[in-house]
């Protein structure tokens, strides 16, 4: 039961951070999404610390979680009074259509449940990268003793630890290596991921575009794939998900003149741990402090950002500088490089391959995100102020993962078939977030429900 443990642990720290004078109540899928994410990096995060640094000095690393939460409760005390509980704003408005999309989507979550759980019972450990990476470096931090460094920085490439860190907890704690822990740890990812999607867009835009975010997600066959073969681009997705969302919320407090460092120290420590999930994490580090430099520039929002990244940036450091081997895409660089930034024809296979994967691993977003723009009459997305951070944050992470294909060492070809699509899995989630808000009206749904209050009598004058 240590992952309902390390939820409870995520639960305390997102309400140890949420802004005074905004009921945490009133978006509880956003809170309960949040919570899964942030207990799951929390608790892999203190294993990580314990198995390099502290087992000689701790018998188990419970104490860290115990220490923290000690540390939390607190906090959160300090701050139950200061939340409101009326409900306001977008979520609080009903359209005729909410409960069909909700029932609509509670109905493809059951589905993908079900067929979550059959392919996990047919690949236990999921898909090979899940097999030889993730789950064989759990393994070693589980029960690998004093040599799982020298393993791992022998033949297990550069790839970080938040994921292997969480299913070697529950492996350690239970005492074998149960087929249970990845999968779960595969599912809540996913699943989380839906639910984080439905609760921003219901802060945002209302219940319906919520339903409606979920429903696209849900039904996109190769999102629950590679979840169920667990792979780390799901918690990728869901990270780069959160930071978009929770910087989106955070722009339009500021909008409003209420607090935002709170969102913003949250979305920082979400795109710390997309860096201590996969290397692509670190360029989202890069790109949310670029976005929140040239778009605010405040001392208080560079000490949340400051304040958030510190936890998952530390142990990286320590991971890329004492235990991981070189990185290939960097270690790779040589006089080449200029030339692959010159050659037109490099461009040109990227671009078209980005086209492709687009529609492909996309399957019907796209065209679905069209028609539901042609429905709302809109000619064209509408990016309020508070939505611009959220879309030029994914902008600069399609641009930066386009050229790490420029100037990859590796065969172009063969590095576009065997990445690119988990690529644009990773972005899809916080792509639909942005094109939803962005296609939906202020007052939700575009044709208002006709009123059920009679006409006034008109009175016709007698000859």
């Known amino acids: 039961m240590s992952w309902v443990v390390a939820i409870a642990i995520g639960l305390l720290a997102t309400l140890a951070v949420w802004p005074e004078r905004d009921s945490p109540w009133r978006d509880w899928p956003l809170m309960l999404s949040l919570s899964i994410g942030l207990g799951l990096s929390f608790t892999s995060l203190t294993y990580f610390l314990w198995v390099a640094r502290l087992r000689s000095m701790l018998s188990s690393p419970h104490p860290l979680d115990v220490g923290l939460t000690i540390l939390l409760i607190p906090v959160v005390a300090m701050r139950v009074r200061s939340w409101k509980t009326e409900q306001s704003g977008p979520d609080s408005r009903r359209s005729h259509g909410t409960p069909l999309f909700a029932a609509l989507t509670m109905a493809l979550a059951s589905l993908d449940a079900a067929a979550f759980l059959v392919m996990s019972r047919r690949a236990p450990f999921g898909g090979w990268d899940a097999l030889a990476t993730?789950?064989?470096?759990?393994?070693?931090?589980?029960?690998?003793?004093?040599?799982?460094?020298?393993?791992?920085?022998?033949?297990?490439?550069?790839?970080?630890?938040?994921?292997?860190?969480a299913i070697a907890r529950i492996w350690y704690d239970a005492g074998h290596a149960s087929p249970l822990a990845p999968a779960l740890i595969g599912a809540l990812f996913t699943f989380a991921t839906a639910g984080l999607l439905i609760g921003g867009l219901r802060r945002l835009r209302g219940p319906m575009a919520g339903w409606l975010g979920g429903t696209l997600l849900l039904a996109t066959p190769s999102f629950l794939?590679?979840?169920?073969?667990?792979?780390?681009?799901?918690?990728?997705?869901?990270?780069?998900?959160?930071?978009?969302?929770?910087?989106?919320?955070?722009?339009?407090?500021?909008?409003?003149?209420?607090?935002?460092?709170?969102?913003?120290?949250?979305?920082?420590?979400?795109?710390?741990?997309?860096?201590?999930?996969?290397?692509?994490?670190?360029?989202?580090?890069?790109v949310l402090a670029l976005v929140l430099l040239v778009g605010s520039g405040r001392g208080r929002h560079l000490s949340a950002l400051v304040a958030g990244l510190t936890p998952a940036l530390v142990c990286l450091a320590y991971f890329k500088v004492a235990i991981a081997p070189a990185n290939d895409l960097v270690a790779g660089q040589d006089h080449s490089t200029w030339g692959k930034l010159l050659d037109p024809r490099r461009y040109a296979m990227i671009a078209e391959a980005f086209a492709v994967q687009a529609l492909t691993a996309g399957e019907?977003?796209?065209?679905?995100?069209?028609?539901?723009?042609?429905?709302?009459?809109?000619?064209?997305?509408?990016?309020?102020?508070?939505?611009?951070?959220?879309?030029?944050?994914?902008?600069l992470m399609t641009i930066g993962y386009f050229f790490v294909y420029v100037t990859t060492p590796h065969d172009l070809a063969w590095h576009l078939r065997t990445s690119l699509d988990r690529l644009v899995l990773q972005l899809l989630p916080g792509i639909v977030f942005v094109a939803i808000a962005a296609l939906t009206p202020e007052e939700y749904p575009a044709i208002a429900p006709a009123s059920t209050e009679s006409a006034p009598a008109i009175r016709v004058p007698t000859p």
């Open 225 to 286: 794939k590679h979840g169920a073969r667990q792979y780390a681009d799901i918690p990728v997705a869901f990270f780069i998900l959160a930071t978009v969302v929770l910087l989106t919320v955070s722009a339009k407090q500021r909008g409003e003149n209420r607090s935002s460092w709170g969102f913003i120290a949250l979305a920082a420590l979400f795109a710390g741990f997309a860096a201590w999930t996969k290397n692509e994490g670190e360029l989202l580090v890069a």
């Open 364 to 395: 019907a977003v796209f065209p679905s995100l069209a028609l539901y723009g042609w429905l709302n009459r809109c000619a064209r997305p509408r990016l309020e102020p508070w939505l611009r951070p959220a879309a030029a944050l994914l902008a």
């Open 134 to 165: 993730w789950n064989l470096k759990a393994r070693y931090l589980a029960f690998g003793g004093a040599d799982w460094t020298e393993v791992i920085r022998c033949g297990l490439a550069d790839y970080p630890l938040l994921l292997s860190g």
